[in-house]
């Protein structure tokens, strides 16, 4: 099988790494050729051992090529890529690729351009770097039907809300810390915001549950709002603070997807994830629950995941590969999700106000299971409360009500709990 | 694609039950039809909607229908398991298998008859249960060198040190426990003393590093010499205890294997593991540490794992199946694994106990690197020492001075740690 990539980055460095030395990995490597490399730039320095005659600046051609069988996509953003894609595919070419972005907009497109031509398009490395996730939904859970997916899916957020805990320090202390090791952009909105995790999610609901999702109708909140004082009540009543990317079926068949910073029960094993590391738990009927963890990105991660990839066509598994888009409904409202919260309410010194805030909430329906108060060192009583489950809406009418409240000052924060089962 | 079933217990009854209902799972199961059962007595009563036209005694005529592609053995044990699968290879049949027993002795055995005859076994269920730990090994880790394999496998063991834990309940407590929730056999030495450990890691070691083991070799020691005392020292030093089972290449690639109770640091996402969970954690090159979580046991995710082998074959994705075995080394002496290790010694009450065995280590070439000392309610003094990493022989003969030390009662127990990288 002959290859030719799109891109020579740090994915493609790496592939390319992997390409070109095969031994003691499997020997099906020896039946693939990595014969073009297509580069914005010839006269550029690389780190690899690729004979320049591989290296063209024409990508069209590469797409176009008869003699190529799989072309592996590791250049990034939409445009050229996806014009580039369609035609590979039109060319009856197998397509890899490690564009989350794409994936995420343009997926059902591709997958459909892909069945019509009778070739396999295949993108591991989108989700989770070097995790499986994606054969793992796609072939070993084939006889599961997914019920929930909920992953920490962005290295970035999990890195910083891991140094927040460990080290006390201050969100902003955290992001420039991400940004000196390199995690971070310098422009990290994608990631603190939640919009990378957002693309990931899409393309989960994709592949576990076969519906097509607009990034831009998953409710999403990033981690901007998390301060210490939150992270010290979650460690006080036993929980950690985590980005989720959440995808839940509900019993009608439709679907809940939102991205969110949630309060994590720390007997819960997506609690133990830290630093830069991802995880994908997931819950399956008949398989109970599942998770996979790993290294979200990097060159090898990645790399690993786009050789997979490549391996799988080579030993040509195609129907398996399809993706069933089935045509299903999203929930009507993904912020509709049922769930104990946890409150963080700042009022007032006056000695009723936690029994009226709980009073206040029973009254509108919103149990709470757990009060905490403390006079903060600015001499203001804060008050974390965890509630029952409840739906969200249910939810910001007692909030609602405790803001009127004369003494209240602010509600700080209001984040979702995962429980361990 | 018809399948013949051996065996219809609680594996079989599940497996039955997802080929029944394919309907919310992927369309390739409706490719799939199971039209003959083998089971031992024909009138017992079972609780599923088999019709019993499919069910019969005559094994045999299973394994040599020629209307059957495949044949799954669900029915365990050495015999007969082992004489049908061999003849329904011989018969042209694809073999899907869940008996960890059969593949770990005789593995190498029947995948040379089966790439002789050109099917496949697939055997994900052996491993790990619901966990896709095989097929992630021979295929989305394809494209890697795999450096180490660390697993928790085995439910009940992990369920007992749970609850020695949590509970704070000895050993003794702890396997009642256990056999009353049905976790642990009657005879639980299969189990506790690490036989179950050893035959799923000889079938890592198959599947991970293309190496024929015999588990006899397998250097292995049990959890019964767990104590309370060693859990409060874990504790103490930001430790938990579990029982894993190592593979891990040497620099000379030779292969290091043993199943041990090991002190794993807190920050590891092994320690995270509880109850009757099953993790797997890998480290390849180039896709880093990897680990995979999940339900090792029970009906739902064996079955889940015997489904996907079929679905596997059904897409035809035979030549990926094969598992290639090098002739490779096994590292001379399993037992010589250079590691950090706890010990623990009771002596009699004297100050300088603690400073004597420390300059006794160090002068074996052990430095400690952390010792803590306490006064116990019997009345003798106990010292917990984790040392720096030395190999276990070096450690033995540290250990044989100390024993000769005249206050030293007892070197209480003795175990390598899993530290976080």
Same sequence: chains 1, 2.
């Avoid at 003691?24 to 014969?35: I, N, S």
């Avoid at 995420?104 to 995790?131: L, P």
């Avoid at 398989?287 to 060159?299: D, F, K, P, R, T």
Wanted: net charge negative; with cysteine.
């Amino acid at each position: 099988m002959k290859i030719g990539m799109l891109g020579l980055g740090t994915v493609g460095g790496g592939v390319a790494k992997i390409l070109e030395s095969p031994s003691g990995r499997t020997p099906l490597l020896f039946k693939v050729e990595l014969v073009q490399v297509g580069v914005r730039d010839l006269t550029k320095p690389r780190h690899n051992s690729l004979p320049p005659q591989k290296l063209t600046t024409h990508l069209e051609k590469i797409v176009t090529d008869a003699e190529i069988d799989i072309v592996v996509e590791v250049m990034g953003g939409l445009e050229p890529a996806r014009t580039l894609i369609l035609k590979a595919i039109e060319n009856g070419k197998h397509v890899v690729t490690a564009n989350k972005s794409l994936i995420a907009a343009y997926g059902s497109e591709i997958f459909a351009s892909a069945k019509d031509k009778g070739v396999c398009i295949a993108f591991e490395a989108a989700v989770g770097g070097g995790i499986p996730i994606i054969q793992c939904l796609k072939q070993s859970l084939g006889a599961n039907k997914i019920k929930q997916i909920t992953g920490i899916v962005n290295g970035t957020t999990n890195y910083i809300l891991s140094q927040m805990a460990q080290k006390g320090v201050s969100f902003d202390d955290a992001l420039q810390d991400a940004m000196q090791k390199g995690y971070a952009e310098a422009n990290p909105t994608a990631d603190v915001d939640g919009i990378d995790a957002t693309e990931k999610l899409a393309i989960l609901a994709l592949v576990g549950f076969g519906i097509k999702v607009d990034c831009q109708k998953i409710f999403k909140t990033g981690i901007r709002s998390i301060s210490q004082r939150d992270i010290a009540y979650a460690k006080a009543m036993n929980y950690t603070i985590k980005l989720l990317a959440n995808a839940r079926l509900n019993e009608d068949d439709s679907l809940q997807l939102n991205v969110q910073p949630h309060f994590v029960e720390n007997s819960h094993p997506l609690a133990a994830i830290n630093d830069v590391f991802n995880a994908i738990f997931l819950e399956g009927d008949p398989v109970g629950q599942l998770m996979l963890y790993g290294q979200g990105a990097g060159e090898g991660a990645t790399a690993s995941a786009v050789v997979s990839d490549i391996l799988n066509i080579v030993s040509s598994s195609a129907s398996w590969q399809n993706i069933h888009v089935k045509s299903s409904k999203l929930a009507s409202a993904s912020q509709e999700m049922e769930s104990n919260f946890y409150l963080r309410v700042v009022t007032e010194k006056i000695a009723t106000a936690a029994g009226a805030i709980a009073w206040s909430l029973g009254d509108f329906n919103v149990p709470p299971m757990s009060v905490q108060q403390q006079i903060t060192k600015e001499g203001v009583l804060e008050i974390a409360i965890i509630t029952e489950s409840v739906f969200r809406s249910t939810l910001d009418n007692a909030i609602g009500s405790i803001r009127g409240l004369p003494y209240v000052k602010e509600v700080a924060n209001v984040l979702p709990i995962l429980e361990a089962q």
